[in-house]
């Protein structure tokens, strides 16, 4: 059975810091390809990090470059978004899942997301 299970979120000001985790069961983790996701209220969700191990690759979207730092530990299945700089426009609720594909996210694990909300 696929598991993901995200935790970290929680309230912060704008220029503060959070880390979210992603814990990941039930597949072979250093394989797959790991993905966060975010969606804020009234939008549609969208990819902004994502690591491959297999490949030694990582992405990130221009929204978070510079600010977001994805890594991964393949000893504990975790994968970390440590989130530097954070803005309000940051605020929405944040998932993992096992790809990096919008178009194909129909066929990912997901875990359940964490609320990340930004705001003084």
């Known amino acids: 059975q696929v598991q993901l299970v995200e935790s970290g979120g929680g309230i912060v000001q704008p220029g503060g810091s959070l880390r979210l985790s992603c814990a990941v069961s039930?597949?072979?983790?250093?394989?797959?390809?790991i993905g966060w996701y975010r969606q804020a209220p009234g939008e549609e969700r969208e990819v902004i990090s994502c690591?491959?191990?297999?490949?030694?690759?990582?992405y990130y979207a221009g929204s978070v470059q510079g600010r977001f730092t994805i890594s991964r530990d393949n000893a504990n299945n975790t994968v970390y978004l440590q989130m530097n700089s954070l803005k309000p426009e940051d605020t929405a609720v944040y998932s993992c899942?096992?790809?990096?594909?919008?178009?194909?996210?129909?066929?990912?694990?997901w875990g359940q997301g964490t609320q990340v909300t930004v705001s003084s």
């Open positions: 899942a096992t790809g990096c594909n919008i178009n194909y996210s129909g066929l990912y694990y």
């Open positions: 039930g597949v072979t983790f250093v394989d797959e390809t």
């Open positions: 690591s491959s191990s297999r490949y030694g690759t990582t």
